[in-house]
């Protein structure tokens, strides 16, 4: 008989049909109820199993964690907090669950403890939650770029060029490290090398998004990324995902036009696909909150955040404008920051960002026109010659969610830029022939998947929005 999901069972009305199913056990109570899951939604179906029908060693085996098949009766339950639960006529262990080694238990487990414990923690609700809407992230980021006619880029994950100054890189290489080929001058001698040249990880897709959208018109890539840098914050890892639309004959406005659509849209798909599952971490967070001391709080319900995201235009101001409101802030002003806001030009960090959305406008927040000597060679100079066209997009709770610009389209402002920079132009020159062959103006974008799923979840560390998280000094799993 074909197996009926849990999520499937708990929609369906009692009827006297018999019914598979298989799952795990969460707990078992009564010598008589089995909280069963599939993984195909957050709640359980309960088994009653009839001990009359029950041999000891079935009951001495069916403890949390072990994997069960059963048959039997969808009927209505009689106890109370579910509809319906299944009246099982025969069932068997399919795998059994040590229990004296099994580190998960029906308790509440901290996410430091769980993080340990990776290749085991999907099996909480907490994980299991976070996994569906993974899933629902992703695909409604493809249906939105797919119903706009984008096409999806595979941009190279090994990558010859390190000029994007995104970040540290990875190297990729085949030599033995204790047997280094040099050179006659002591170098190291890459033609020896797999590739036959230095090779990395990449840390974005987007110069070579912008290849396929002079072409393609509007491409997006949607794959993994890789920074080298020391940072260990609770919003950075060392591999993340990454969705880079590329837009030609677009400028910086069409650019946050695209963003907070692209944005709105996954929360609304997300809201509705995962509600259970969202429900879930929002009260997960609420019992967290508790624990808290009033400050660390968060002020809105999960919900209320999300929708808040979706009624709201977000705020639109230069750098310029927000240095200023930065200046005269309350928290610059009695040294509360701990990088103090004393010019124009600095780089914004994660605690202003942070007062910008959370204490000042209290909604997310698109900042342009960033000065030059902080953004990447490739945005578009502005008419001023010391700003670019560049587009962040910080959130609450977060910080930076999005980066991005229009670019320098101009052939000789680009190559200037580029030799100011010290990018290596000869390198390079596949990237400056799309502007030597019919440039046109174009903008793109990059939106971090795990800060995304971060925001969502409202889970406070990046490293558990992602199954297998990747950052200093570890890389088990
Ligand atoms: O601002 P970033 O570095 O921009 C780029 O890489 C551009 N090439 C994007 C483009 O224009 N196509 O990174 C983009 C986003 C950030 O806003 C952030 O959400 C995320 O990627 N991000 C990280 N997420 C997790 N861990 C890290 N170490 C991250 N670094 C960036
Ligand atoms: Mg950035």
């Not at 229990?99 to 996410?111: I, N």
């Not at 990454?242 to 004959?249: N, Q």
Request: proline letters at 5%; glycine letters at 6%.
């Amino acid at each position: 008989m074909r197996r009926t999901k849990v999520a499937e069972l708990l929609r369906m009305d009692p009827n006297d049909q018999e019914l598979v199913v298989m799952g795990w056990v969460r707990a078992f109570r009564n010598n008589r109820f089995i909280a069963l899951n599939d993984g195909s939604s957050i709640s359980n179906i309960q088994l009653v199993i009839d001990p009359e029908l029950t041999s000891e060693e079935q009951l001495r085996r069916v403890t949390v964690g072990a994997s069960v098949r059963a048959s039997g009766r969808l009927v209505a339950s009689s106890g109370s907090g579910q509809r319906v639960e299944l009246e099982v006529a025969g069932w068997e262990i399919l795998g059994d669950c040590d229990a004296s080694a099994y580190p998960l238990q029906p308790k509440k487990h901290s996410l430091e403890f769980l993080r340990q414990i990776a290749h085991l923690r999907f099996r909480t609700n907490t994980f299991s939650a976070i996994s569906r809407i993974r899933h629902s992230l992703a695909f409604a980021i493809h249906a939105f770029f797919h119903q706009r006619g984008f096409y999806y880029l595979n941009a190279p994950i090994i990558t010859g060029s390190d000029a994007e100054g995104a970040g540290e890189m990875f190297q990729v290489t085949t030599l033995d490290l204790d047997r280094v080929p040099r050179t006659e001058n002591g170098n190291v001698n890459y033609e020896k090398d797999f590739f036959g040249r230095r090779t990395h990880l990449t840390v974005s897709g987007q110069l070579e998004a912008e290849l396929a959208a002079t072409a393609l018109g509007q491409v997006y890539t949607f794959g993994p990324t890789f920074r080298a840098e020391n940072s260990n914050t609770p919003r950075h890892l060392a591999e993340f995902w990454m969705i880079e639309p590329e837009v030609a004959f677009a400028d910086l406005n069409d650019n946050m036009d695209l963003a907070e659509d692209l944005l709105k849209s996954i929360i609304r798909t997300v809201m509705e696909q995962c509600q259970e599952d969202l429900d879930f971490l929002g009260r997960r967070e609420a019992e967290e909150d508790k624990q808290k001391p009033m400050a660390e709080r968060s002020e809105f319900p999960l919900e209320e955040r999300l929708r808040f995201c979706l009624e709201h235009p977000f705020e639109r101001l230069s750098y310029s404008e927000a240095i200023d409101i930065l200046r005269n802030s309350s928290p610059n002003k009695k040294g509360k920051f701990q990088y103090p806001v004393d010019r124009w030009g600095v780089d914004l960090q994660s605690e202003h960002e942070r007062y910008l959305v959370e204490k000042h406008f209290r909604k997310p927040v698109i900042l342009t026109d960033y000065p030059k000597e902080i953004k990447a060679f490739y945005m578009r100079q502005n008419e001023d010659g010391r700003t670019v066209a560049a587009m962040d997009i910080l959130f609450p709770g977060i910080g930076e969610i999005v980066g991005g610009s229009q670019r320098e389209e101009r052939y000789d402002v680009l190559l200037q830029r580029m030799q100011e920079m010290h990018i290596p132009v000869d390198e390079m020159y596949w990237y400056l022939d799309t502007r030597r062959f019919g440039t046109c103006p174009h903008a793109g974008f990059g939106l971090g998947f795990e800060r995304l799923a971060l925001f969502i979840t409202g889970m406070t560390n990046v490293r558990d929005v992602i199954p297998f998280p990747r950052f200093p000094g570890n890389a088990e799993f």
